[in-house]
């Protein structure tokens, strides 16, 4: 849901904030088999981490991989993330290996940025990461609260493309300016007076004016290279008509192209979800799909726990 301070200038780097969702998610099942195969969504993915875990970790990589689902690849939804921390958690379970969650995500070199991804994998919730000082291995947690269970996240995806990732991100960060210094105070005081205040009292529309004003900041920052504070026009037409019906927390997830917002029940998300494809059937690459806050960690079963 956004960076605090993209250049480091009060002294820590990055730093972020976000959130675990239900209905998006990556499962995923291993087994005993004569060599490596992964079968199911983003199984070549799955397949190259797994190699690479094993190399690791020593142990043999003659497993099946099922996929029963996979977070959509390249859309700001932490997908790598929680493909890598996935496959981890099953290889530390399988192999019983005793690791923890950022042993595992330091072996796949996630959290180099936000550390978002691996805080949710832990722990679930509404999670802010302290960002990256000079001993970092990944980021910490400071911040973790759950989420009000009646409130919806609406997502709003253009199929046609991806954001920046891999070496296309690292290119595009060494291409922004310098994030302004009082500009990431600014925002660190909206977040840790305002925004997390608002959560743990349920205000929904201050929580959301806090967020979208760190995302219109931070957009506004990456326009440079993206193309605006979204990166798909069309997304961001559709974000503005959602924030006229009363929708709070405007913003694009990472590098986009998926928009985001939120709103008070899931009434009010059906609801605004089927005028969206009344009044945007002209636009057949967009999609439009509701989520639940997950106010819990990932979960890992051995066979005998099922």
Not at 271 to 285: A, G, K, T, V
Not at 294 to 305: A, C, H, I
Request: glycine share 12%; hydrophobic share 40%; net charge negative.
């Amino acid at each position: 849901m956004g960076f605090i301070d993209l250049s480091g200038s009060l002294g820590r780097k990055f730093g972020s904030i976000g959130v675990a969702l239900n209905e998006i998610s990556t499962r995923l099942s291993i087994s005993i088999a004569d060599k490596l195969l992964a079968k199911g969504p983003s199984s070549a993915r799955a397949e190259k981490c797994t190699r690479i875990l094993c190399e690791q970790l020593k142990v043999s990589n003659k497993i099946q991989i099922n996929i029963e689902s996979a977070i959509p690849e390249h859309v700001g939804l932490g997908s790598g993330t929680q493909m890598a921390l996935a496959i981890g958690s099953a290889l530390n379970g399988f192999y019983q290996l005793g690791l923890s969650t950022r042993e595992i995500a330091q072996l796949t070199d996630r959290g180099m940025r936000s550390g978002i991804g691996i805080g949710v994998f832990e722990q679930g919730g509404l999670v802010v990461d302290g960002g990256r000082g000079e001993k970092t291995i990944t980021p910490p947690v400071i911040s973790h609260m759950d989420i009000p269970e009646k409130w919806r996240f609406i997502l709003v995806f253009d199929q046609r493309g991806q954001g920046f990732h891999g070496e296309q991100e690292i290119n595009a960060f060494k291409e922004l300016p310098p994030f302004p210094d009082k500009e990431a105070a600014r925002l660190c005081y909206l977040l840790m007076m305002q925004g997390l205040p608002a959560v743990a009292e349920q205000d929904i529309e201050k929580f959301g004016d806090v967020i979208t004003q760190l995302q219109n900041s931070v957009g506004e920052h990456f326009s440079s290279v993206q193309g605006g504070v979204f990166t798909s026009i069309e997304v961001a037409e559709v974000m503005r008509w959602l924030e006229q019906q009363g929708a709070v927390a405007i913003g694009q997830t990472s590098w986009g192209p998926t928009g985001f917002c939120l709103v008070d029940s899931a009434e009010k998300a059906d609801l605004l979800i089927l005028q969206m494809q009344q009044n945007f059937s002209h636009l057949s690459h967009l999609s439009f799909v509701a989520t639940s806050a997950r106010n819990s960690g990932g979960d890992v079963f051995l066979s005998e726990d099922l």
